[in-house]
């Protein structure tokens, strides 16, 4: 078991099955490239013994030719991108798939700039490729995001279909988790030389001369285009039999259609992604009560099997919903929903017989540009499906007061998966080094305790110099959280900036009796008084305990300059009771020195001497049974700024924007200023 992010687990199987790799970087998918990149310039060998070469373009459109004309000579190929990054690489696909070229394009799939830009995940952008021809598997998990991309290999070389392998940006591909990657001895049994050998074979060579990519006339296309019917619909079989022989081979199985839930299930969700690991806590406490619920993770969404996906259904089913992450404006329906209708009605239309009769299904969207699914929101769309009229085209996650598509949902609804793990929260800036402390913890906790461990960050656009939200949980079972914590689910919160404090509810997330830590240049018996009302009025009314620390004076005092990152993770681990603290130190110490043993025998005393005085410093704040502050929330606009200014902006600078509604927003992205 090792602990990593989705990036890295799945850039670890195409560094092994490449030869060729053309990158160009865009967020989220750049780590893959930089990982990539870093391997082979360390002689990192693939699985053939050979050093991949990584190429660097000037856009993504040059990185998918370069890929185009890597697969003609023959070579193991691949690429990584996002967004508009994938959406400059369409027409390669379209010739790529025309040729029956074998690749895999891994996506950290993200919105697609329309009214705005924006760098976090949905399904727009993969959505965009479904006419290209290449197959599109989807990751739903920082595991599967390796078992897939090595499948996605695998399934590629076969069939001869290129192969999109997508997971969603930031939800999985910046997510920390423990997990089992895919052994060498595995790599090697499910990629077979045979059909290497048959790549091989087909390169443009002059040894073998052949023409190809050829302009056709009106007489020949259409029955060109018809003739490789047969490889797409061979190629869900092909993906069953690798996916069993991942199962006889690595243990874990997976299907085209997972199905997951109650056997007779009445009400089941259809989709694919992060959100469906999310769901099945949800569905597994819905069934506990006495409800009859399921779902169907899709795996393979293209070619889309109607025969996998009917299999897949309980034939109990009445009513089902579909949920994609994405928006087709003027469209019947989004991607999923329309595939599903269309399955199901052609499987009745035409005599089918595993379903008795046609199910209700509605469709909604969710999760776009990373908004938050959280389980109080998939209870909600099972909650739709059980009313009289259920409804259709249905929005989750927002409030739309305009054309009142959304749904309601109760935000303080908690699965017992999530009661049952450890959950901290931290607040820090973007390139403080909070964010790299707490992926160190997530990894101490899990490679230590044998406990699960999972890391979700939020960043700022803005990156550096912006907040970053850090949400940790741990526990005795695999976490299938893809959400933030939620308000009132956190025993721990450390604030490593005091400027934080007049601006954000940095204490909303803390459970009652949960301890809450502050970085401030203060002493204990001055830092109550310090703090603003509503901070003050979170500690009493949640009875929480109060420690501070003056990072910053323990990192000056020892030459590390601003850097407080590990001083604050030694005071999470010594408050957390996650680890007994000669043991934390010891392991904290480890990766100090794996991190900083090049930079010399000084940088690192200075760090194991700022790690050691970190519980000197560390003081608890009493804290009296009344309010004493004399200053509220900082005020972030004028009382005389123009009305959208006061009621937008100031949300947006609050941390508060979503709880905006949809009549608020410029529908055309246009802002005034």
């Given at each position: 078991?090792?602990t990593?992010?989705?990036n890295?687990?799945?850039?670890?199987?195409?560094?092994?099955?490449?030869?060729?790799?053309?990158?160009y970087?865009?967020?989220?998918?750049s780590?893959?490239g930089?990982?990539?990149?870093n391997w082979?310039?360390?002689?990192?060998?693939?699985?053939?013994?050979?050093?991949?070469?990584?190429?660097?373009m000037?856009?993504?459109a040059?990185?998918a030719?370069?890929?185009?004309?890597?697969?003609?000579r023959g070579?193991?190929?691949t690429t990584?991108?996002?967004?508009?990054?994938?959406?400059?690489m369409?027409p390669?696909?379209?010739k790529?798939a025309g040729?029956?070229?074998?690749?895999?394009?891994h996506?950290?799939?993200?919105?697609?700039?329309?009214?705005?830009?924006?760098?976090?995940g949905?399904h727009s952008?993969v959505?965009a490729?479904?006419?290209?021809?290449?197959a599109?598997?989807?990751a739903?998990?920082?595991q599967?995001a390796?078992?897939?991309?090595?499948?996605?290999?695998a399934?590629?070389l076969?069939?001869r279909?290129?192969v999109?392998?997508?997971?969603?940006?930031?939800?999985?591909?910046?997510?920390i988790?423990?997990?089992?990657?895919?052994?060498?001895?595995?790599?090697?049994?499910?990629?077979?030389?045979?059909w290497?050998q048959?790549?091989?074979?087909?390169?443009?060579?002059p040894?073998?001369?052949?023409?190809?990519?050829?302009?056709?006339?009106?007489d020949?296309y259409?029955?060109s285009?018809?003739a490789v019917?047969?490889?797409?619909?061979n190629?869900?079989?092909i993906?069953?039999?690798?996916?069993?022989?991942?199962?006889?081979?690595g243990?874990?199985?997976?299907?085209?259609?997972?199905?997951?839930?109650?056997?007779?299930?009445?009400?089941?969700?259809v989709?694919?992604?992060?959100?469906?690991e999310a769901?099945?806590?949800v569905?597994?406490?819905?069934n506990?009560?006495?409800?009859r619920v399921g779902?169907?993770?899709?795996?393979?969404?293209?070619?889309f099997?109607d025969?996998?996906?009917?299999?897949?259904?309980?034939?109990?089913?009445q009513?089902?919903a579909?949920?994609d992450?994405?928006?087709?404006?003027?469209a019947?329906?989004?991607?999923l929903?329309q595939?599903v209708?269309?399955?199901?009605?052609?499987?009745l239309?035409?005599?089918?017989t595993?379903?008795p009769k046609m199910?209700?299904?509605?469709?909604?969207?969710?999760?776009?540009?990373?908004?938050e699914?959280?389980?109080g929101?998939i209870?909600?769309?099972?909650d739709?499906l059980?009313?009289a009229?259920p409804?259709?085209?249905?929005?989750?996650?927002?409030?739309?007061?305009?054309?009142?598509t959304s749904?309601a949902?109760d935000p303080?609804?908690?699965t017992t998966a999530?009661?049952s793990?450890?959950?901290?929260?931290f607040y820090g800036l973007g390139s403080d080094g909070?964010?790299?402390?707490?992926?160190?913890t997530?990894r101490?906790?899990?490679e230590e305790?044998?406990?699960?461990?999972?890391?979700?960050f939020?960043?700022?656009s803005?990156?550096a110099?912006?907040v970053?939200?850090?949400?940790?949980r741990f526990g005795?079972?695999?976490?299938?959280?893809?959400?933030?914590?939620?308000?009132?689910?956190?025993?721990f919160?450390?604030c490593?900036q005091?400027?934080f404090?007049d601006n954000?509810?940095?204490?909303d997330k803390?459970?009652?009796g949960?301890?809450?830590l502050?970085?401030?240049?203060w002493p204990?018996e001055?830092?109550w008084?310090r703090?603003?009302?509503?901070?003050?009025?979170?500690?009493?009314d949640?009875?929480?305990?109060?420690?501070?620390i003056?990072a910053?004076?323990?990192?000056?005092?020892?030459?590390?300059g601003r850097?407080?990152?590990t001083?604050m993770?030694?005071?999470h681990?010594?408050?957390?009771?996650?680890?007994?603290?000669?043991?934390?130190i010891?392991?904290i110490?480890?990766?100090?020195a794996?991190?900083?043993?090049?930079?010399g025998?000084?940088?690192?005393?200075s760090?194991?001497?700022?790690?050691?005085?970190?519980y000197e410093?560390?003081h608890a704040?009493p804290?009296p049974d009344?309010l004493?502050a004399?200053h509220?929330k900082?005020?972030l606009?004028?009382?005389?700024?123009?009305?959208?200014v006061r009621?937008?902006?100031?949300?947006?600078?609050a941390g508060m924007?979503?709880?905006?509604p949809?009549s608020?927003m410029p529908v055309?992205?246009?802002w005034?200023?």
């Amino acid at each position: 078991m090792i602990t990593t992010d989705g990036n890295t687990a799945c850039a670890a199987i195409a560094h092994k099955l490449s030869e060729v790799i053309a990158i160009y970087p865009i967020t989220p998918s750049s780590p893959m490239g930089d990982l990539a990149d870093n391997w082979s310039a360390n002689s990192r060998p693939n699985l053939w013994g050979a050093v991949p070469q990584v190429i660097e373009m000037q856009s993504e459109a040059g990185a998918a030719g370069t890929v185009h004309g890597a697969l003609q000579r023959g070579a193991l190929a691949t690429t990584f991108t996002s967004s508009q990054g994938l959406l400059l690489m369409i027409p390669n696909m379209y010739k790529i798939a025309g040729e029956l070229l074998p690749t895999v394009f891994h996506v950290a799939a993200r919105t697609v700039a329309t009214h705005a830009l924006s760098i976090f995940g949905d399904h727009s952008d993969v959505m965009a490729c479904r006419g290209t021809g290449f197959a599109m598997l989807c990751a739903g998990s920082v595991q599967e995001a390796g078992d897939f991309a090595l499948l996605s290999h695998a399934i590629a070389l076969e069939s001869r279909v290129p192969v999109l392998h997508f997971f969603d940006g930031f939800r999985t591909s910046h997510e920390i988790a423990r997990i089992e990657p895919p052994g060498e001895a595995l790599i090697r049994e499910m990629v077979r030389d045979e059909w290497l050998q048959a790549h091989r074979e087909r390169a443009l060579s002059p040894d073998r001369p052949v023409m190809r990519g050829t302009a056709q006339n009106p007489d020949v296309y259409f029955q060109s285009r018809e003739a490789v019917n047969p490889f797409y619909s061979n190629l869900p079989g092909i993906v069953v039999a690798a996916m069993e022989r991942f199962a006889a081979l690595g243990g874990r199985s997976y299907r085209p259609f997972d199905y997951a839930g109650a056997p007779d299930a009445e009400r089941v969700l259809v989709m694919m992604g992060s959100g469906a690991e999310a769901a099945c806590d949800v569905i597994d406490d819905l069934n506990a009560a006495g409800a009859r619920v399921g779902i169907i993770k899709v795996r393979l969404f293209r070619p889309f099997s109607d025969e996998h996906l009917l299999a897949a259904l309980p034939p109990t089913v009445q009513r089902i919903a579909v949920l994609d992450r994405t928006k087709e404006p003027g469209a019947a329906g989004e991607p999923l929903y329309q595939d599903v209708v269309t399955a199901l009605a052609e499987h009745l239309g035409f005599g089918g017989t595993h379903l008795p009769k046609m199910p209700l299904v509605v469709g909604g969207r969710y999760g776009l540009s990373s908004k938050e699914f959280t389980p109080g929101m998939i209870k909600a769309v099972f909650d739709n499906l059980a009313t009289a009229v259920p409804k259709n085209h249905f929005t989750i996650g927002i409030h739309d007061d305009v054309g009142h598509t959304s749904l309601a949902w109760d935000p303080g609804f908690e699965t017992t998966a999530e009661r049952s793990c450890h959950a901290a929260v931290f607040y820090g800036l973007g390139s403080d080094g909070t964010v790299s402390a707490n992926q160190n913890t997530i990894r101490i906790i899990g490679e230590e305790t044998g406990q699960y461990a999972q890391g979700h960050f939020v960043f700022d656009s803005k990156k550096a110099g912006a907040v970053t939200v850090s949400h940790l949980r741990f526990g005795p079972a695999p976490i299938r959280a893809s959400y933030a914590i939620g308000t009132g689910q956190a025993e721990f919160v450390g604030c490593h900036q005091t400027n934080f404090l007049d601006n954000y509810e940095l204490l909303d997330k803390a459970r009652p009796g949960a301890t809450f830590l502050l970085n401030a240049p203060w002493p204990p018996e001055e830092a109550w008084d310090r703090l603003p009302q509503h901070i003050q009025a979170y500690i009493l009314d949640k009875k929480l305990v109060f420690y501070v620390i003056d990072a910053y004076r323990v990192a000056r005092q020892n030459g590390l300059g601003r850097r407080i990152n590990t001083i604050m993770q030694t005071c999470h681990l010594a408050l957390s009771g996650l680890l007994l603290p000669d043991v934390a130190i010891a392991h904290i110490k480890a990766s100090v020195a794996a991190s900083y043993r090049s930079k010399g025998g000084s940088i690192l005393e200075s760090n194991f001497a700022a790690i050691d005085q970190a519980y000197e410093n560390l003081h608890a704040v009493p804290v009296p049974d009344r309010l004493t502050a004399t200053h509220g929330k900082r005020q972030l606009v004028p009382e005389n700024a123009p009305a959208f200014v006061r009621e937008v902006t100031s949300a947006l600078l609050a941390g508060m924007g979503d709880s905006l509604p949809v009549s608020r927003m410029p529908v055309d992205g246009t802002w005034p200023l």
